[in-house]
């Protein structure tokens, strides 16, 4: 009967892990490279999807509204 139990709670730290991953890895907050790129969101574009889902919000047709540095 604990089988189950098991199966759930390995699956959801499984996504939990992998979610923290892809934040790590991915995020354009977190800057591994201190020296050679300081602030790592600047360099995004208004295109760049850094959302996990977007449900309404067509990143593709955005246009730039900040300025450049």
Do not use: C, H, M
């Not at 309404?56 to 450049?68: A, E, G, I």
């Amino acid at each position: 009967q604990l089988i189950p139990l098991i199966g759930f709670i390995s699956v959801g730290l499984g996504s939990a892990v992998l979610y923290l991953l892809r934040l790590a890895l991915y995020s354009p907050d977190v800057s591994w490279d201190r020296k050679n790129n300081p602030e790592p969101w600047n360099k995004l574009s208004p295109t760049d999807q850094y959302k996990f889902l977007a449900v309404s919000t067509d990143y593709k047709n955005l246009k730039k509204d900040r300025p450049s540095f």
